[in-house]
């Protein structure tokens, strides 16, 4: 299947078993410098090794706050399907195997819940993540503060390493095609906090346009040095990684005793 980006991004061929506010000049230099200075950080930066498989492997979380398109966006990047029904996310996991010229690399993203149950193992998440999408709707002023909460969360978990700061990481305004009387977040109040005060990058998307969510994920990927091109060849699977299994269980477990108490 072909993208509108598919010079960039190539061919995606997926297989599903289902087993599954205005900024003024020197703010703008400002932001460039530090996007200039990332990106000669990031391009250092490659995918680490798994110990056990010696495969290369970059692991993508997604955060943000429920019903803002987490699983959306994940199942148009991976799928080329936009999913209408709202259904409650219990983390899950894909992986994905990208082959380049030069090198193999096994991508897993990690859609996370949007409920905030258990945070020990949102911290886990973070903690095993290499790079972060970051993700609020436009029409949700509160999801927007929740995921200033994820971006000092990654920064506070992640705080050990060296390049904390300059870890791989985009925050997402989704739901963009909604009606202009609709929003609660501009373009440019988010600009200003996200491209001026952290200096990342920010791109709105919509689930219905899926060049959009393709330059959001490509963006992620180019700042984890991961450049996909017209020769790349990718395959989705489903993952079976454990500790997302545990996890889903223990969610599971947890509403089964709320609904026997009530």
Not at 113 to 132: K, N, Q, S, Y
Not at 159 to 167: E, F, N, R, V
Not at 220 to 236: G, V
Request: with cysteine; glycine share 4%.
């Amino acid at each position: 299947m072909r993208s509108g980006l598919s010079d960039e991004l190539g061919s995606l061929k997926v297989t599903d078993d289902r087993s599954r506010v205005s900024t003024n000049s020197t703010a703008r230099r400002n932001y460039a410098a530090g996007h200039n200075q990332r990106h000669n950080l990031h391009s250092k930066r490659a995918a680490t090794i798994d110990h056990d498989s010696q495969e290369e492997k970059l692991r993508i979380v997604v955060l943000g706050a429920t019903k803002v398109g987490k699983t959306c966006l994940c199942q148009q990047f991976l799928q080329e399907k936009f999913v209408t029904d709202h259904k409650e996310t219990v983390d899950e996991m894909y992986s994905v195997d990208i082959a380049l010229a030069d090198r193999h690399i096994v991508l897993e993203i990690l859609d996370t819940a949007g409920i905030d149950e258990f945070p020990v193992m949102r911290r886990l998440a973070i903690t095993r993540g290499d790079a972060f999408l970051i993700v609020y709707a436009v029409n949700d002023r509160y999801s927007f503060t929740i995921a200033q909460k994820m971006h000092e969360l990654v920064l506070e978990v992640k705080s050990d390493l060296a390049s904390a700061t300059t870890m791989p990481m985009v925050i997402i305004g989704n739901k963009r095609d909604i009606d202009i009387s609709q929003r609660e977040v501009t373009l440019d109040y988010a600009n200003n906090i996200v491209r001026d005060q952290w200096a990342l990058d920010h791109i709105e998307t919509t689930c219905h346009e899926r060049e959009s969510v393709l330059n959001a994920f490509h963006r992620l990927l180019h700042l984890s040095n991961i450049n996909i091109t017209n020769n790349s060849d990718i395959a989705t699977r489903r993952s079976s990684d454990p500790n997302v299994s545990a996890h889903k269980e223990q969610r599971t477990n947890s509403k089964r005793q709320s609904c026997a108490q009530q």
